[in-house]
């Protein structure tokens, strides 16, 4: 009965995840979420018995956090195969913006985005370490970004996005790290990026700037010259990502990597 726990299944991609792990009975489908009722409403017309959604205050409350691994782990009986890092802080003020165009608000973004994308992680993955030691498949994966990788940035100039893409650099180091810690132990650590997916959620907030709106356009542009090709849906998103997690096996180059959907370093 494989086992997974993951972080951010409220809605888009995390949510996915649920619904297409859940789908086969044999599988307990944990989720983490900052609004429980909320979540659990959603997934009420699957009438699945086997998703647990647990509330965390956020990711980078460790004593949340703790309380939420240990009650999983009672669920499990003490074991886990599959933890998936899924929960990001993408911000609503400088997305659209570079560094250069709001200094004054770009300290505070960093920070947010690091407590969640950097160092929530580090939490999840230290704190789901000893239950990966007693499953099966003792896989731990985050998921991260193209926006992460150096050359895309530069080759097709990405300047936005800044204190996320950076934050999640910095999480692939800390995937890598963890590697190099654990996979004498047989687990196996990953950075994967979702590819470009339409999660039906919208990239705008509503009270977007023309400038942030026109910084959107020109960066889908960007992606469409790396890539013409349309954005996919959540669910063919989750469907590679599960095929990349499942072919993949510590001891090989997959221990640390950063890698796409592909299972490449294809971002698109």
């Known amino acids: 009965?494989?086992?997974?726990?993951?972080?951010?299944?409220?809605?888009?991609?995390?949510?996915?995840?649920?619904?297409?792990?859940?789908?086969?009975?044999?599988?307990?489908?944990?989720?983490?979420?900052?609004?429980?009722?909320?979540?659990?409403?959603?997934?009420?017309?699957?009438?699945?018995?086997?998703?647990?959604?647990?509330?965390?205050?956020?990711?980078?409350?460790?004593?949340?956090?703790?309380?939420?691994?240990?009650?999983?782990?009672?669920?499990?009986?003490?074991?886990?195969?599959?933890?998936?890092?899924?929960?990001?802080?993408?911000?609503?003020?400088?997305?659209?913006?570079t560094f250069g165009d709001l200094p004054e608000l770009i300290q505070k973004d960093m920070v947010d985005a690091f407590l969640v994308n950097v160092v929530g992680v580090v939490h999840f993955f230290n704190l789901t370490v000893p239950l990966l030691k007693k499953g099966t498949a003792k896989k731990a994966i985050a998921l991260s970004t193209g926006l992460a990788d150096d050359n895309m940035n530069v080759n097709f100039e990405l300047d936005v996005s800044s204190p996320y893409s950076v934050s999640k650099a910095a999480m692939n180091m800390v995937v890598a790290k963890f590697a190099a810690e654990y996979k004498r132990e047989g687990i196996l650590f990953m950075a994967v990026a979702p590819g470009l997916v339409d999660t039906g959620a919208g990239d705008m907030h509503p009270n977007a700037s023309e400038l942030e709106k026109k910084r959107f356009n020109e960066t889908y542009a960007k992606f469409m010259a790396y890539k013409n090709t349309p954005p996919i849906t959540a669910e063919e998103s989750v469907k590679a990502m599960l095929g990349v997690f499942e072919s993949s096996k510590t001891g090989t180059d997959r221990d640390g990597a950063f890698i796409s959907h592909l299972g490449n370093k294809q971002w698109i």
């Open 1 to 97: 009965m494989p086992s997974y726990l993951i972080t951010g299944t409220s809605r888009g991609i995390g949510l996915e995840f649920v619904r297409q792990l859940s789908a086969d009975p044999a599988n307990t489908v944990i989720g983490l979420v900052r609004d429980k009722q909320a979540t659990e409403q959603r997934m009420k017309e699957w009438k699945r018995d086997n998703i647990f959604t647990i509330q965390i205050n956020d990711m980078a409350d460790y004593a949340s956090l703790k309380n939420a691994v240990e009650e999983a782990s009672k669920i499990t009986g003490g074991s886990l195969d599959y933890a998936i890092a899924n929960a990001a802080y993408v911000s609503k003020l400088t997305n659209y913006f």
